[in-house]
Structures are given as structure tokens and as C-alpha cells.
């Protein structure tokens, strides 16, 4: 069995996607045998695959087969929850579950994308079924992902409060879209990493080629 990380962000749009590609493209590069996963998937998709999981294998380089990136995918734009509900196509656990296990033992690293913040439904009808939930079965440390802009403080804050509450163990921020003469996106990082007691793993440039950590320290972040 491999070892694995979770890539959660303070909210939708902070980039996950982004950096998980970038991370897998670290270990692709080096030649490390690494996979990617994600639970559910929602919004464009190009025949039935999301277009999230074709951009990662883009990004990343991987030769690994992108129908096996995600478990479940729906076409509308909205919280899966809701987008499966539409879609009559509920999230089952036990899907995740065989899905997950099959990745976990066929990479040496596996990096699990959440979908949206860390706080989000992937089922909730007669059956309840949040994303950290998921996390906690799984047992797995995370990664946030938080944006630079304004208002992050607050965002990045509560994300790491609502996962010490659930005792799941969260190894550092990567901080996406980052510019270092950007007194705001320097002011924000340093403030979150006092507030927070949590270090910053890497920081990303909008538009860059490759994470800024090592493959060595990236690699210890798995568990």
C-alpha cells in the first residue's frame, strides 16, 4: 500500500485542482510511480469524464488512465450533494471506498482532491455523507490550498479549526496564485502561519510550471 495526502482548499476556486496536477507533476518528473484521485467531480465534463481529471493528466504528464481519476462525475456546476441529486446518481461510500483502495495500491503516492472547501456535502438526503467524513475513514493528513487574495485570514483559519475539531492532522498550506511583492499576499501567509501554527509547504506563482518544494520534502509529507 501507498502513502497518501488530501488536497483540501479554504473554498472553491483557490486553485486544488491546480496544485494537485503540480504536485503530481513533481513525482512524474522524478520518475516516483504516483496517482491522483477524486471522489466527485462536478461541472464541465468531456464524455462523461470530467474536464478537471484531463487537465490533471495535462498538467501532470501522468501515462495513468484518467477514467479512474474520480468515482463519481455530474455535468452541473453545484455542490455534489445537490448536483448528484439532480442527476439521480447519489455518492455511495462503498464506491469511494473500492475506488480509493484500488488507487491507494497501484501508486507508491496518492494525492486525494476534495471537492469546494473542506466543509462539503457529497450526500445529504436520507443519507448524510460530508467530505471530511470521508477524510476520517480514510485516515488521511491534508494539505490546504488557500488562495492569496483578501480575506483568506478568515477562510484559512477556520479550515484548520474545523479539522483540529475532527482531529485530522494537517501538515501546511500551499498558497496558490501567490506574488512576493505583493504586500497583502505576504502579509496574509505570515499572519496565518502565527495564527494557525501551521508552515507553509510551498507557494505558486499564477501560472507556474512547478511547484517550489523538493521532491525529498514533498515526499515526506505523505502518510
Excluded: Q, W
Excluded at 25 to 34: E, L, N, P, T, Y
Excluded at 47 to 57: C, G, N, W
Excluded at 58 to 74: E, H, L, N, P, R
Amino acid at each position: 500500500m501507498g502513502k497518501n495526502i488530501f488536497v483540501t482548499g479554504t473554498g472553491t476556486d483557490v486553485g486544488k485542482t491546480f496544485v494537485s496536477a503540480l504536485i503530481l507533476k513533481k513525482f512524474c518528473d522524478a520518475g516516483i510511480s504516483a496517482g491522483y484521485y477524486k471522489a466527485a467531480a462536478s461541472g464541465e465534463e468531456i464524455e462523461k469524464i470530467p474536464a478537471d481529471a484531463f487537465y490533471v493528466k495535462k498538467i501532470s504528464g501522468t501515462k495513468a488512465d484518467v477514467k479512474k481519476f474520480f468515482s463519481y462525475s455530474y455535468k452541473n456546476s453545484f455542490s455534489p450533494h445537490l448536483a448528484a441529486k439532480i442527476s439521480n446518481n447519489p455518492v455511495k461510500f462503498s464506491v469511494i471506498e473500492k475506488d480509493f483502495l484500488n488507487a491507494k495500491k497501484n501508486f507508491d503516492f496518492l494525492t486525494v482532491e476534495g471537492s469546494g472547501g473542506i466543509i462539503c456535502p457529497l450526500r445529504f438526503d436520507e443519507k448524510i455523507l460530508m467530505l471530511d467524513d470521508i477524510v476520517e475513514k480514510f485516515n488521511l493528513p491534508v494539505i490546504i490550498v488557500a488562495d492569496s487574495k483578501l480575506g483568506e485570514i478568515n477562510s484559512a483559519v477556520l479550515t484548520v479549526e474545523h479539522l483540529n475539531a475532527r482531529k485530522i492532522p494537517v501538515k501546511g498550506f500551499i498558497f496558490n496564485r501567490f506574488d512576493e511583492k505583493n504586500i497583502l499576499h505576504v502579509d496574509n501567509k505570515k499572519v496565518i502561519e502565527k495564527i494557525t501554527n501551521l508552515p507553509t509547504l510551498a507557494t505558486v506563482k499564477k501560472n507556474a510550471a512547478d511547484l517550489d518544494i523538493s521532491v525529498e520534502k514533498l515526499t515526506a509529507i505523505y502518510e
